[in-house]
């Protein structure tokens, strides 16, 4: 099991500077990643009440008992 261990932006970018370039290309994919992943949840809690107002729509008979359950009732 790996145990996680905080690293200085140092020794990160030491870590990192020792990778091969194929695996070098892989984590920056993946910070481009986390930045796009930041920005998606930042845009989700700017939603304002009545966001989505007349998206859903109630039938009128909505309360009223259903045809298939007749015969338990």
């Not at 905080?6 to 990778?19: D, G, R, V, W």
């Not at 994919?29 to 939603?47: C, G, P, Q, Y």
């Amino acid at each position: 099991m790996y145990k996680y261990v905080f690293m200085s932006n140092a020794q990160l970018y030491s870590e990192i500077s020792s990778l091969p370039s194929d695996l070098k290309k892989e984590v920056s994919d993946f910070v481009a990643f986390l930045k796009h992943k930041s920005k998606v949840e930042k845009k989700i809690k700017e939603r304002k009440f009545g966001y989505s107002k007349d998206f859903f729509k109630v039938a009128d008979d909505f309360d009223e008992p259903l045809e298939d359950f007749k015969e338990y009732m």
